[in-house]
């Protein structure tokens, strides 16, 4: 026999919080499932100046662990484990994790996103040594070092002037002419001594022998070819939404955005997607937040729907 929630979350981001948040206060027996750590993105990303309510910065880990406590405070049960299958018995979600079957007449998806990767030799090879997708994480590793920063949005300038609180010297490698940055953190950039950029400019390459010893650069227009010594490479250029366990459910695509209505409910009944891993998603912490809030409240109404039915007997 299945293990019977209301309703089943996939993922542990701010988006999948703040949905378990309004079912729990609901009464809606809820769990989440969380391959890695709770907070997903969050736990990676040291400054957030731009969530609602918090006038001072807040870090990831901060942010986490006080919207988990809110949750749990009104039940959420959170279960490590790795979402692999989704399947349909009717109005029936059979989920399958790496550790058991559970069913659920509502699922929320809120798997969010994995970091972009450049795709370049060497970026593999030295993933752990000298590579890496999170300044939070890894920053204090490098004291005193020199970097590269990948990049040209939000995450990698932010992620640059962090990084700055250890290392000798940053220098954001970006493809285009200027950043897609805020402004207020531009200003911050250009401000820091410690910050150099080179635009027009891609890696081709990240070399050494035990770790990170430089990276390979082309200039986009004149094609000429440099190498840059460096102790760590940050890499900042996107993300990939997680879909591979919904197989071809809703995705035609590995790697797809999921579509919604505005409701936020998927082209499946009774199933739904919120934060990163939805197509159309401004991929924000408070817009997660937004569209877990709308797909709990509308959860809560095809459940009491499918309960006037006489669907769902629990
Ligand atoms: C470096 C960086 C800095 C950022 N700074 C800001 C900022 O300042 N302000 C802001 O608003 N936004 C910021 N963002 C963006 C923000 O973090 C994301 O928009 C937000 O985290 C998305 O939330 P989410 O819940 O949709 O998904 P995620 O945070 O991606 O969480 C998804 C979770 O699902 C889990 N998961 C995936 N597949 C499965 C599976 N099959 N089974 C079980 N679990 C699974 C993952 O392990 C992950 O924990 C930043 C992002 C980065 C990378």
């Known amino acids: 026999m299945n293990k019977y929630y209301d309703v089943i979350i996939v993922g542990g981001g701010p988006a999948a919080l703040s949905a378990a948040i309004y079912t729990c206060r609901a009464l809606l027996k809820t769990v989440i499932f969380e391959k890695k750590y709770l907070g997903g993105q969050l736990t990676g990303t040291e400054l957030i100046e731009n969530y609602p309510g918090f006038p001072e910065v807040i870090s990831g880990v901060d942010l986490t662990q006080r919207m988990e406590a809110q949750a749990k405070r009104f039940g959420l049960e959170i279960r490590y484990e790795e979402v692999l299958k989704i399947q349909l018995e009717g109005d029936l979600k059979i989920v399958t994790t790496d550790s058991d079957t559970y069913a659920s007449y509502v699922v929320i998806l809120a798997s969010g996103a994995d970091p972009q990767k450049l795709g370049v030799s060497g970026e593999e090879e030295f993933y752990g040594k000298g590579v890496s997708y999170c300044a939070t994480c890894d920053g204090a590793f490098y004291r005193g070092k020199n970097v590269v920063v990948v990049g040209g949005g939000d995450s990698a300038v932010t992620e640059a002037i962090f990084l700055t609180k250890f290392v000798r010297s940053v220098q954001i490698i970006h493809r285009r002419s200027e950043f897609k940055a805020a402004k207020i953190y531009l200003d911050e950039l250009y401000k820091n001594l410690k910050i150099k950029t080179l635009f027009h400019t891609v890696i081709e390459g990240i070399f050494g022998k035990e770790k990170v010893e430089g990276v390979v650069t082309q200039n986009i227009l004149t094609k000429e070819k440099k190498d840059i010594p460096c102790d ?83």
């Open 232 to 314: 760590g490479v940050f890499i900042f250029v996107g993300s990939t939404p997680n879909t591979n366990f919904l197989g071809n459910l809703l995705c035609v695509d590995a790697g797809c955005h999921i579509e919604t209505d505005i409701h936020m409910e998927t082209a499946i009944k009774g199933m739904y997607a919120i934060g990163d891993v939805r197509k159309g998603s401004y991929r924000q912490i408070a817009t997660g937040v937004g569209e877990g809030v709308t797909a709990a409240i509308a959860a809560e109404h095809k459940l009491a729907e499918l309960k006037a039915l006489g669907k769902v007997k629990k």
